[in-house]
């Protein structure tokens, strides 16, 4: 399985980013996907996460900005990003919690994307 991330980019502060994921590879069922993002010499933090179910969670720094989403036809997550700060500036990762057949649940990791919003 592979997680392809993609959307990336430099905006001033203000604008917009579309971060988009695709999940490819032998899939029998994605639960949770999820978002994070992380800043050198800083833990890797949760942006946002949505389940299975379509129920959306996120940090508290990004609430009422970002809008996670995603496509279960396409396998596919995706990260709305309004009114961008500068302190959104990290790269971003996708996450999947990849079920691989009926018993098996794996977690993967995308590549990686880089936001990075001016002042």
């Known amino acids: 399985v592979q997680l392809q991330a993609s959307g990336g980019g430099s905006v001033q502060a203000g604008g917009s980013l579309r971060l988009s994921c695709a999940a490819s590879g032998d899939i029998f069922k994605i639960n949770d996907m999820y978002w994070y993002r992380q800043t050198p010499g800083k833990e890797r933090e949760l942006v946002a996460r949505i389940t299975g179910g379509a129920t959306s969670i996120y940090a508290d720094s990004v609430k009422g900005r970002f809008t996670i989403s995603r496509d279960n036809a396409k396998n596919s997550v995706y990260l709305q990003m309004d009114s961008l700060k500068p302190e959104d500036t990290a790269v971003y990762y996708c996450?999947?919690?990849?079920?691989?057949?009926?018993?098996?649940?794996?977690?993967?990791w995308g590549q990686g994307t880089q936001v990075t919003v001016s002042s």
């Open positions: 996450n999947a919690d990849v079920m691989v057949n009926r018993n098996y649940e794996f977690s993967y």
